[in-house]
């Protein structure tokens, strides 16, 4: 099971909701709940977090956690079809990199984060960002960005 699986099974528990229950919430099919809380499918973006977060009536932090449970266990992301070739390059490169350590990846945390910055602090590109953006009690544009 994925860290989201195990954080809404967990919340849904807490509230004595069934699988049904909850989907009904949402507006969705249970099948669709059971498979994205065992782990056999992924959500499908932004709007079934929001849902996700509303039915499971999670607080700032609980859709905080969420969210980071749902980047946690997302293991696919896709690449805008706009993205320029250099950086899909450097994306690829990244991520077929089995050298690359945590510690590897706070470094490029911390200077994309200082790009950030040295933008104004916005950063379109986020996809966590996006779905945080949209969680109830969420100003848009609030950064996530690592301190350095």
């Not at 056999?40 to 996700?52: C, E, H, I, V, Y």
């Not at 050298?99 to 379109?124: P, Y």
């Amino acid at each position: 099971m994925s860290s989201l699986g195990v954080f809404i099974r967990t919340r849904r528990k807490q509230l004595g909701l069934t699988q049904a229950a909850l989907a009904m919430r949402m507006g969705v099919d249970d099948a669709y709940v059971s498979a994205v809380e065992t782990g056999k499918r992924t959500p499908d973006g932004s709007q079934f977090l929001t849902m996700m977060c509303q039915a499971l009536q999670l607080n700032d932090d609980q859709a905080n956690e969420l969210v980071a449970a749902a980047r946690q266990s997302q293991r696919i992301f896709r690449l805008p079809a706009e993205l320029s070739l250099r950086k899909h390059e450097v994306l690829q490169a990244l991520a077929l990199d089995p050298q690359l350590t945590d510690e590897d990846m706070e470094t490029f945390a911390i200077v994309h984060a200082a790009l950030v910055r040295a933008r104004g602090g916005k950063s379109d590109s986020s996809p966590v960002g996006t779905i945080r953006g949209e969680l109830p009690g969420r100003r848009a544009g609030e950064s996530d960005a690592v301190e350095g």
